[in-house]
């Protein structure tokens, strides 16, 4: 089970860092990322890192401002969020599988995923 938290009402230019941990396993698979969904929109990719290697992948909206991260002693992945802006609110997921190599950013090859926790950002 994943777990994601951090979230909350912040303002535009502030920053926040979402946790994810999994409780009752270990993480399994190389990639572990986040994704989003705005209202009313799909979901999209954020971020990802490879457990292993560290490697890590960012959309663009978001490259610059996130830091992925993860504790593999802490089996715990964290996503440092600065200079957010109000298109940045959403419900913010964290996901864990086997990812092939190039394929980070696909959310069809993460098998594991978390609740969600809402980041709402105010202009």
């Known amino acids: 089970q994943l777990q994601a938290s951090g979230g909350g009402l912040v303002q535009a230019g502030d920053s926040l860092t979402l946790s994810c941990a999994a409780s009752?396993?270990?993480?399994?698979?190389?990639?572990m990322g986040w994704f989003r969904q705005a209202p009313l929109k799909e979901r999209e990719f954020v971020a990802a890192v490879r457990r292993n290697t560290g490697t890590t992948e960012y959309a663009d909206s978001v490259k610059d401002r996130f830091t992925i991260s993860r504790d593999n002693a802490k089996n715990t992945l964290y996503i440092q969020m600065n200079s957010l802006k109000p298109e940045d609110t959403a419900v913010y997921y964290c996901?864990?599988?086997?990812?092939?190599?190039?394929?980070?950013?696909?959310?069809?090859?993460?098998?594991?995923w978390g609740q969600g926790t809402l980041v709402t950002v105010s202009s």
């Open positions: 996901a864990q599988g086997a990812v092939p190599i190039g394929m980070l950013s696909r959310e069809a090859y993460y098998n594991y």
């Open positions: 009752g396993r270990t993480f399994s698979g190389d990639g």
